[in-house]
């Protein structure tokens, strides 16, 4: 009844059409971040609810920066507070030219992080349980600033995309308390 | 692609999925890059060529996959049954917009235009964006998908008798559609 075949031409040119194009790079951030909000996924820790996928990214960088200078100021700052050291001043101003410079600013700021780190565990006086507690929360704050920088730099690095999860999760099993509001300015 | 590469697919579809419902974002945008693709040209299609409208259905597809993710039997491949939630996101975003697909049709008219010799993939494409659009869903699924009349009756909720009728007429647009854009060439 229904008898009208595709003549070899035309199934020649249904078989040359493509099956696959690529949607726009914003389509991918618009998702995930309605996957966010409606908690599909987790939401980073210096994010805010977003709607609109451009501001999104546009504040998500900024905040990534802003976040990034309070981390490296109050590293180098606590440590300047722990080890009397005035280097950390000098690595806040840091700015690097090349890539090289920029992955030694990186080891050197990182190596003042762990080292401050250590000597916060080995401070002999535990009677200043606000003072550690308030140490321990700059350097996990620190600690989500650098796994969200990383997290730009390879947005599938599964390492950074651990850290942050992990923080996320202990962000809100301790309440709604925003991260960025617990660095301590020493 | 062979049966062990799908195989391996599936399974690394199966394995970013779990990770998914976990809350890995990064496992999500590999699932995403791997299949978004494809979903994206048939909803492309599917809606006559409309990126805005295609874009916004790839969207709610991700969001109810993501929600049903739990509920995936993995008994079909991942990117099927996407897909299939894809295309009912558009057809309800066609009636949204008030585009009704056309009355199903029995009725076999007199002989159409006869079957070409010569196609040019544009045109076919060109072809494709001004049919209507429950001809244009029958064609896309049949002879640009490879679906059988019996899955596309199941798809769209139709008898697999009314899914060929519809591809019958269907095809017989798409001829007078190229046979109009021969013409048009002719006198240029």
């Known amino acids: ?186 | 692609m062979n049966a062990a590469a799908e195989a391996v697919m599936q399974d690394s579809d199966r394995s970013l999925a779990e990770l998914v419902l976990g809350g890995d974002e990064s496992a999500f945008r590999l699932l995403y890059r791997r299949h978004s693709p494809r979903l994206y040209l048939l909803v492309l299609r599917m809606l006559g060529g409309q990126e805005a409208d295609a874009e916004d259905v790839v969207q709610d597809t991700w969001l109810k996959a993501t929600e049903r993710l739990d509920t995936f039997r993995w008994e079909a491949s991942f990117g099927s049954w996407l897909c299939a939630i894809g295309l009912n996101v558009a057809r309800e975003s066609l009636r949204k917009k008030g585009k009704r697909e056309e009355q199903w049709s029995e009725t076999t008219d007199a002989a159409g235009p006869a079957p070409r010799d010569k196609v040019d993939p544009l045109d076919l494409e060109r072809a494709l964006r001004g049919l209507p659009d429950g001809y244009r869903t029958v064609l896309l699924l049949h002879d640009v998908e490879g679906y059988r009349h019996d899955e596309i009756a199941e798809q769209l909720g139709i008898s697999a008798g009314t899914s060929k009728s519809q591809l019958f007429h269907a095809r017989r647009s798409m001829r007078a559609a190229l046979d109009g854009y021969g013409k048009d060439e002719a006198h240029v």
């Open chain 1, 1 to 186: 009844m229904f008898d009208d075949e595709l003549s070899p031409a035309e199934r020649s040119a249904f078989d040359a059409l493509p099956r696959e194009q690529m949607p726009s790079l914003e389509l991918e951030e618009r998702t995930v971040a309605l996957l966010r909000q409606k908690g599909h996924l987790p939401t980073p820790l210096l994010a805010h609810k977003r709607t609109d996928a451009q501001t999104h990214r546009k504040t998500w960088l900024i905040a990534g920066a802003a976040a990034a200078a309070v981390a490296i100021f109050a590293s180098g700052m606590a440590l300047g507070q722990y080890l009397g050291m005035s280097k950390a001043v000098q690595v806040a101003s840091m700015s690097a030219q090349t890539a090289t410079e920029a992955a030694a600013h990186v080891q050197q700021s990182g190596d003042m992080y762990v080292a401050a780190l250590a000597s916060l565990g080995n401070l002999r006086d535990t009677s200043d349980v606000v003072g550690r507690e308030r140490a321990k929360q700059t350097a996990l704050t620190v600690l989500g600033a650098a796994a969200e920088q990383i997290a730009h730099l390879a947005p599938d690095d599964p390492l950074a995309a651990a850290v942050l999860r992990g923080l996320n999760q202990r962000s809100r099993n301790e309440g709604p308390v925003a991260p960025s509001r617990s660095v301590i300015w020493y």
